[in-house]
């Protein structure tokens, strides 16, 4: 029988920085995934160059039940923090819009540079290696694997949530979570794009692959970036900051020109292609049912012309799920957990890191900064 003073599962972000910190400290730790490849979500971020973090991280950018349980582990483990290990790597970085940080290179090199710190900390990487089962046993746990039995005296669950799922998502941390009796909280696709009723398609298709910048609500929240329009409905910074918010049967309000003055110009299909695309300029136009010069309009065209660019509101029917969402909105409860050490309350030795926990953050780095500072906390307690 296999023996460790930490098992870890999951070799994610969250998963390899635990480990990392838990073999610096002499323990015994094995990592374990039921993927042929570690960090496939890090491989994958950010067109692949993953953006790692970003430079800033408050926690009202975090959402959870307890919003404030995600601030012990981000004051103490912080993006400088894992920046200045990237640097110490040799592996470039570069700063995009609102503070996003991104590799310079491919992001392998940046699950390369985690795997070879783990094994020159002394732990090990068990990779194409399910889980079957895991229970108490004394006053630790023994885990059923693929591989045979394992023995260890600590559990750190980092299997991540239920999104994109072709690369092996399978909501096995809520399973165990469930089978040590801790509440999970409801879970949903976040950072994902939104779908429409045929109605609000037939505008949406003829637009599919315009981009612009635009104001969307969902809720009490609004985000100013980029709008994508798709085949299926909408996409885009904007709309998948916003579908963290959204739920099923409210309304969402876009404004397709945020900060726009009065309109000017000769025309009305001038004076919006001076705001956006041509080809939505013409659609706005057309939702207000308005055309020609734009001087002579009357009060009442002026305010459908106003609604349609500045308030577009409807009504979602969905998501695309998480086949194409980015991280999983919900998870363990954080009343069941320990905010410095990550442990439950009730399963000594029993932790839960990452994306698995009820903590969600927005796009831009924000969820990869939870996986590093949530794994590095669990590991100085294992």
């Not at 980092?158 to 469930?178: C, D, E, H, N, V």
């Not at 305010?303 to 577009?312: P, T």
Request: glycine share 12%; aromatic share 6%.
């Amino acid at each position: 029988m296999e023996k460790t003073d930490v098992l870890i599962l999951g070799a994610g972000a969250a998963g390899l920085l635990c480990g990392i910190e838990a073999a610096r400290r002499g323990r015994r730790t094995l990592v374990l995934d039921h993927a042929a490849r570690p960090g496939e979500k890090i491989r994958i971020s950010g067109g692949g160059r993953c953006n790692f973090t970003n430079r800033e991280a408050p926690v009202e950018r975090f959402l959870s039940e307890n919003p404030r349980f995600a601030l012990s582990a981000l004051r103490r483990f912080t993006p400088d923090d894992f920046l200045q290990r990237l640097q110490a790597a040799g592996i470039g970085w570069e700063e995009r819009d609102r503070g996003q940080l991104f590799g310079t290179g491919s992001a392998r090199l940046i699950v390369d540079w985690l795997t070879r710190d783990l094994a020159e900390a002394g732990g090990r990487l068990w990779l194409s290696t399910g889980l079957d089962a895991l229970h108490r046993e004394g006053e630790g746990f023994l885990a059923q694997t693929t591989r045979g039995p394992v023995l260890a005296a600590k559990v750190v669950v980092a299997a991540g949530g239920k999104s994109i799922p072709k690369m092996g998502a399978t909501g096995l941390g809520y399973q165990i979570a469930g089978s040590f009796g801790l509440r999970v909280t409801e879970t949903r696709p976040a950072l994902v794009p939104l779908t429409f009723a045929e109605q609000e398609l037939a505008r949406m298709k003829p637009l599919a692959g315009v981009a612009t910048t635009a104001r969307v609500t969902a809720g009490r929240a609004t985000f100013e970036a980029g709008l994508l329009f798709t085949h299926r409905g909408l996409s885009g910074p904007a709309v998948l900051q916003a579908s963290s918010y959204w739920r099923e049967g409210e309304p969402i309000t876009i404004d397709l020109a945020p900060g726009a003055g009065p309109l000017s110009g000769p025309t009305v299909r001038a004076a919006l292609s001076r705001l956006m695309p041509d080809r939505l300029a013409a659609s706005v136009a057309a939702e207000a049912g308005v055309e020609g010069p734009l001087a002579p309009l009357p009060r009442a065209a002026r305010e459908r012309l106003d609604a349609s660019l500045h308030r577009w509101t409807l009504r979602p029917v969905g998501t695309e799920g998480y086949r194409t969402a980015e991280v999983t909105l919900g998870g363990i409860d954080t009343a069941a957990l320990d905010a410095r050490t990550l442990e439950a309350k009730t399963v000594p030795g029993l932790h839960f890191v990452g994306e698995v926990v009820d903590v969600t953050g927005w796009l831009g780095g924000y969820n990869f900064q939870w996986a590093w500072s949530s794994g590095w906390a669990a590991g100085q307690a294992v």
